[in-house]
């Protein structure tokens, strides 16, 4: 089972399949899945309740909500709004009701097609913590208002610094109450990628983004709650030819007949397998990673999808 | 063997290992092999003389050179001139001795990154066709002087016509002697990324491209030569699961300790084994591509590497 | 009056109004005004009858339709579609009720910000010509199918051909029945900037848009008729520095106590007092324009009002 | 002379030129002029030592150092190392014989293009802090070594936060020794745009860059020196209207003739003339700026002159 940890997925609802394949319950953590037929989107909110769950799921205790929305990937000229008002729906759950200043973060790489969807969002948000010091709040003539600010750091091949210091030193500046942060995940499987977005309260932990964060942006890093918005938009390479052996390996474990053709492989145990497998796989594929032909024009249109989210959550016009 | 050409590579090179593997000479292909050590360059020239050289190959008769210069996808602040003189040596043989006029056109998608290298290396082009008409080659003050215009034409989804037809109704209204045609290709192995560049006299044939041309681009159907500059950017995704799974089937054929683990699965033909494995592979992956991480980086490196080499070959200053 | 006619305008409305200023009707010159309240869109209709009219004008004989919206300049969620809306509808009266084929061309230079608004809508049409050539009409299931295909030819600098040749080329290739023609225009008056779009069925005419044409691209050279779109994104500086200037002069001639002040400078004749005025103008104007400070911004939603507005006109699903 | 004052300008060769229009010498300004005539460099050093002179100029005390290089806007194949080399030779002098760490500031608008140099700037910018921290200074192999990072801020419309609030957070964070903010400047003249650079240890001052900043960006603010680098790139579009109009004012001051013309006219002062302008002046004008046609390419070629000088000036390999 190691194996599969191995293979790195930003997404609580895949951790969760792995063990559902297994088929373990784990203790300390609880699933919830609801399906809205109208509005095709299928929603799994799994709540890691304790550091047991939390060992077991590899990923720290909280909330993860993942919206799958199939047709999410496909041009829409609304910008699928019905995906934006879930969205919204999830994101002021975990906001609570409150008015609250909010800062948005755009994490990931703007010149990287496929880690830019956090930049996108970010220059897409409406802003109005200037005007609100400007002004007041009357100004925007809304029932809540929440003062927004938003900040694209950048990453540190660009900065020369972690991400974590860039948004640690305006937090400490502009004083938030709460910071919402985008990014561009990695997901296990390809039928995930530009249909799914996972909503967590647990912020960004380590080694998570397309880009690999070294740094936690957390509430313990960052002394604010940290909500995180993630789609996922790249599969590593390596990824992908381990899960297509995999299946390989496990057609030859169930089919009688190939099972029969496999011989004495199929005595091999499933862990063996795997790592005759990742010794196949070329070392040239860690620095690759497999995208849709279509990437740059999805990004834009989700990129929207997400920033409306954002919007209708935080304004009560 | 079929199996082997069902996987789809623009680069004869390519083709021709395929054949090597197999341990097959192939009658009416001329196979020349050079390395130039000081620059690092690994030049392959494929000579397909016969049409039965041509239908073992899978491409037309003419000349193709290869050349590989693995450092090619690394930055360097002069963006590789050594490469750029080396690839203005094979295009001034392709043209031959003679002052003539020519069209530089950049195939491919401007918003589709890894599709992006023609349209990018059109755009860097010297172009001096119209100033020459508005005053003459004197005013060049060069040895020879070949007019030279650019076309980026665009692909089918985003013009509604065919890439044949702009440049066919280009080529008959402007009249150049000569065409070049640049375009990104497809490769069958992740090493040669980003460090290939192929150059033709048998223009583009359908089918090849990253964005999978429907027409050919050649002297029969525009009416002039056509010289085509090739640099594979992509791997189709499916193209690195078969290879890591082949090299599991090789590795069960030669190794006499996993031959005897494979039991009966060795017993099957290679085109059968291939044909089990195509089965097992996700139908989503036909829409996907493995590229490089920094991909919008080295595009954008190697488009200048390439017009250099274009604008070295047609000015002689 | 010649004076007037050295500063550049596109706009039939603006040589209009220099006519109105001198209190001069022309004949063969037709002029209607509709106000729009609700969608706040003033439209001014110039029919230009005879040569005659023509002559005086500046302007080739037939239809210009200017719709002035000022608040089109102004952020919009849905791109001000009530002014894509009346900009079909003239578009629609223009084409005429038949189903044809139309080539959408995108004039201007994409790299220079208030020149690429022809670029930009060219890349929003929605085209068909491909689908209905695979599929069929049934295929799109509208009532009126016009085959659209859409054209960026770009500019001389970087294509070393005229504009005019890559147009005629592709036109004779694909036979399109109709061009509508998109272009950023220089206007005279900064208060028409990224306000007005003129619609005409002249076509574009030699040193008119913002990059200049040196030819015109009319049914005469073309072929087939040719619909011009152009919306005034800069005004020349030297413009800007005649006109206030101008209006020093104007008020000095009207206002008795500045008249008086203005001694013999008064007795000048306005051409006169033109030709000195130009004679202190700055070369260096000439390579200058005015431009708003949001034109970056205002330009990308522009171009989506219009396209709009040709997706409008040329789909009746 | 307040008349004056109130035409923006970010230069202090500008501020002192108004002076020298007036043959008045001010106290407690030093001023040398050196011409390097193989570099087609001219260098102006304004050094303003007393709160004196610092009123007189309207500009804090500090040294001011502005190279006018023509050729700068033009093309070149080197970007001009030569300015770069220059620029790198002031800023080691204002920077001092110190190795120290350096945080690069890109101010501006990345989406407003003759703002986006500050951005531009700092994209290119080698960034060494992270490897530093990483490898040691040794890994880089140089005789000094200067930690270097960088930082794009944006601007208060997009990320709702003063500049100065973000620059504080990230500087109190990563503590540098010293800060060098880029900046695009406003000029009073066009003969200015593109070819000046001007280098000040005194930072950025309240109302100067093109996009106005609010809140200075100093010592005073940020507790760390800063210097700043800027390159005029507009000029405000009344500025240039005024200009003009007095210049016809002068003439009319200077030339008998034209002055006899004047009559009544020239009797009025200087500062009653320029009031009359200011009425004249369409209050458009106010969010319109002056810019030459080829800006896009133009400011990314600066922006490469720029960082290279300062990648020069950090690095002494």
């Known amino acids: ?69 199939p047709h999410m990937s496909v041009s829409d000229e609304g910008y699928h709004r019905e995906v934006s008002e879930a969205l919204a729906g999830h994101l002021r759950e975990l906001l609570g009701d409150r008015e609250q200043s909010v800062l948005v973060v755009g994490l990931g790489n703007r010149e990287v097609t496929p880690d830019a969807l956090g930049p996108y969002v970010a220059g897409h948000v409406d802003i109005t913590r200037h005007m609100i010091r400007e002004y007041g709040k009357a100004f925007l003539d809304r029932e809540r208002t929440c ?44 039928r995930r990628l530009n249909r799914t977005i996972q909503i967590t309260d647990t912020g960004i932990n380590p080694g998570s983004g397309v880009g690999n964060h070294r740094d936690g942006i957390t509430k313990e890093t960052l002394g604010v ?42 005595t091999l145990s499933k862990s063996e397998k795997q790592q005759m497998i990742r010794e196949l796989i070329s070392p040239h594929l860690n620095t690759m990673f497999v995208t849709p032909k279509d ?16 919007n209708l959550a935080l304004s009560l016009s």
Chains 1, 2, 3, 4 share one sequence.
Do not use: C, W
């Open 1 to 69: 089972m190691l194996g599969k940890f191995n293979i790195r997925t930003d997404l609580a609802l895949e951790a969760k399949e792995s063990f559902e394949e297994d088929h373990v319950e784990i203790r300390g953590v609880k699933i919830t899945e609801t399906e809205d037929e109208e509005r095709e989107i299928r929603t799994t909110r799994v709540v890691i309740e304790t550091e047991n769950g939390a060992k077991a799921m590899g990923k720290p205790v909280g909330t993860y909500v993942t919206m799958e929305a």
């Open 147 to 190: 003062p927004v600010s938003a900040l694209i750091p950048g990453v540190m091949a660009q900065t020369g610094m972690e991400t974590l210091e860039i948004i640690r030193g305006v937090v400490e500046e502009t004083k938030p109450d709460v910071v919402i942060a985008v990014d561009a995940l990695a997901a296990r499987s390809t």
């Open 225 to 266: 709650p940290v909500i995180a918005i993630g789609v996922p938009t790249v599969v590593d390479a390596a990824t992908i030819v381990n899960d297509t052996m995999e299946s390989l390996v496990d057609t030859m474990d169930r089919d009688a007949h190939i099972k029969n053709l496999g011989g004495a492989l199929g």
């Open 295 to 310: 990437i740059d024009e999805t990004i834009h249109r989700i990129s929207y999808t997400v920033s409306e989210g954002i």
